[in-house]
């Protein structure tokens, strides 16, 4: 049996279509329109007319994620940055590492343990879809594909375009903000984040 891991985030380049997934709807294109586009590659982030973020003055760049620490940096963001706190990422390895008996700067966090982990330091409600979290001013802890096998990319959904549907999410491999179609996401998880405890 393989164990799923969220390690690092190598680029990908295919296209898939979308009919049928979890988009955040433009203001401005109708239903039929949103179930035929495709899947794009995730470009970086630009400021547009239309952008909406969970938090308005929130940074497009971060640190850059040591090796197989995706989840834990996005961690410290999310807790620094969108909520104000002050909890360090070596916190988080400690944590984990003494909870999970694994070292995720090796290992990564596993998909077993990433929920109980994640709620054990933040605050989260159910997930419906991307655009009402952000609206409700909640990011999005959820996973992207990586070319590593048996593993996946953890990044934060904070904020989505009104006018073209595109999610705009923090990728710490790359450390910096990346708009996409939401259909990009895999959604093994779907963790909204509404404070920190």
């Known amino acids: 049996m393989k164990i799923k891991h969220l390690l690092f985030f190598i680029p990908v380049t295919f296209l898939v279509a979308c009919e049928g997934t979890d988009l955040i709807e433009p203001d401005n294109v109708s239903k039929e329109q949103i179930s035929t586009q495709i899947i794009y590659n995730p470009t970086k982030y630009s400021k547009q007319k239309g952008d909406v973020f969970v938090k308005s003055s929130l940074p497009t760049t971060m640190a850059k994620q040591i090796p197989n620490a995706c989840v834990t940096s996005i961690m410290e963001y999310a807790n620094n940055k969108v909520f104000g706190g002050t909890v360090n990422e070596r916190a988080y390895i400690l944590y984990y590492t003494q909870t999970y008996n694994s070292n995720p700067l090796i290992d990564g966090v596993s998909l077993d ?10 605050k989260t409600q159910t997930f419906t879809n991307y655009k009402s979290a952000i609206d409700a001013k909640h990011p999005v802890m959820t996973d992207v594909n990586s070319q590593i096998e048996s593993s996946a990319h953890n990044v934060l959904c904070v904020g989505y375009n009104s ?33 920190i405890k």
């Open 163 to 195: 006018n073209t549907g595109a999610a705009i999410y923090m990728d710490p491999e790359l450390a910096c903000m990346y708009s996409v179609n939401a259909g990009y996401f895999l959604q093994d998880y779907n963790i909204v984040l509404t404070g």
């Open 113 to 122: 343990y990433i929920e109980p982990f994640v709620t054990h330091f933040f």
